[in-house]
């Protein structure tokens, strides 16, 4: 299999951090943008293939227990608008205060305000005792023992962090399909994760719509983005057609 001789553009930009912030010093207002044809695109979550509108409430609600958020700017972002501005980095979702933690013993044991109820990505990721409490509620449950209240929570929190810096990193996007099983992974739109699947003139023509889709919810341009990801999904199929799903199945969700 031919190796990627060249990055497409949209690619790099997922994968090289704070670009997305580099190039959109200030964040584009995309809450006029229609998320109908992004949301029906197809991601694999858990081994189970779904719409990524179902993935991106679902993700949100595991992060915020909410299924909107409200930044601290006053800006209310939904599940599909959040996780695009999230991957492309368009403003620093690790200094926002959207992590739940509602126990108040963690709490205490991580030295947050008691009365606050949401932490910042940055701001719990520095609270050394909760990787020490998740850690010990691992090897508890490795052997069968049971949990307190405090490692439960703490578990529930450290996955939230590890949910977090994957939508961040972008590993989370499994969006490019497997050619062969349904049983395999699908990957991210990464070079080398997409390089174990397909080459490069294989890949491009849905590379061609992924950069397009992007670069259209960066710029906030409502017709371009719906028509690019409706595309993207088609291009998808084509690539893979007996494990993408049908139309019919993406919208029964």
Not at 46 to 54: A, E, L, S, W
Not at 63 to 69: A, E, F, M, V, W
Not at 121 to 137: G, K, V
Request: aromatic letters at 8%; hydrophobic letters at 40%.
């Amino acid at each position: 299999m031919r190796p990627f001789s060249c990055v497409p553009a949209l690619i790099v930009l997922l994968l090289t951090a704070g670009l997305g912030r580099a190039q959109q010093p200030v964040t584009p207002d995309t809450r006029s943008l229609d998320f109908k044809e992004f949301g029906l695109l197809a991601i694999q979550d858990n081994g189970r293939r779904k719409p990524i509108d179902t993935f991106a409430r679902q993700t949100l609600i595991q992060l915020t227990g909410r299924s909107s958020y409200t930044d601290k700017a006053g800006r209310r972002w939904t599940p599909n608008d959040f996780l695009l501005s999230a991957v492309l980095e368009t403003r620093d979702w690790k200094e926002e205060p959207m992590v739940l933690v509602s126990f108040g013993e963690l709490k205490e044991q991580l030295g947050l305000e008691k009365t606050q109820r949401r932490f910042s990505f940055a701001q719990l990721s520095e609270a050394a005792t909760l990787p020490q409490i998740a850690n010990e509620a691992h090897e508890r449950k490795r052997a069968e023992k049971p949990l307190d209240r405090l490692q439960q929570e703490a578990l529930s929190v450290n996955d939230r962090l590890v949910l977090f810096a994957r939508v961040i990193d972008g590993s989370a996007l499994l969006i490019v399909p497997s050619p062969r099983k349904e049983t395999d992974p699908w990957a991210p739109p990464a070079p080398s994760a997409i390089a174990s699947y397909y080459n490069e003139s294989q890949f491009a023509p849905a590379g061609v719509s992924l950069q397009e889709m992007m670069t259209s919810y960066s710029e906030a341009n409502s017709f371009k983005f719906s028509r690019s990801a409706h595309l993207l999904r088609e291009k998808f199929r084509a690539l893979s057609p007996s494990i993408y799903p049908t139309e019919s199945n993406l919208r029964l969700e």
